[in-house]
């Protein structure tokens, strides 16, 4: 089975950056989708990125479009999330998923491994 592991989380001011990764071991990475998503504190947890097997294909909640990026590196197991412009509302803890087949998808219901999470802080 396997075990995703998110970094890079952290506190930063607003209008300043973050890149988080997110490593998997253990099992099948590169064939399948990926996504990430993150939960604020009192709110459910809600889709931010996604992206197929290839890194061809993505797609962004609107409230990060333009904003976030999402990539993957399967030689490395990993999957990335940069994010710029951050803003206090983008405060949460933020979770990779894997998916369940290789396209990308904004459902969780479409993901089967999910990490520990790992914190950002956006400052006013």
């Known amino acids: 089975q396997v075990q995703l592991v998110e970094s890079g989380g952290g506190l930063v001011q607003a209008g300043g950056s973050l890149r988080l990764s997110c490593a998997g071991s253990g099992g099948t990475f590169s064939s399948v989708g990926m996504g990430w998503f993150r939960q604020a504190p009192g709110k459910e947890r809600e889709f931010v990125a996604t992206?197929?097997?290839?890194?061809?294909?993505?797609y962004y909640a609107e409230s990060v479009e333009g904003r976030f990026t999402i990539s993957r590196d399967n030689a490395k197991n990993t999957v990335y999330l940069q994010m710029n412009s951050l803003k206090p509302e983008d405060t949460a803890v933020y979770f990779c998923?894997?998916?369940?087949?290789?396209?990308?998808?904004?459902?969780?219901?479409?993901?089967?491994?999910w990490g520990q999470g790992t914190q950002v802080t956006v400052s006013s």
């Open positions: 992206i197929n097997w290839r890194g061809t294909s993505t």
């Open positions: 998923a894997l998916g369940n087949s290789r396209l990308s998808s904004q459902e969780e219901y479409a993901y089967r491994s």
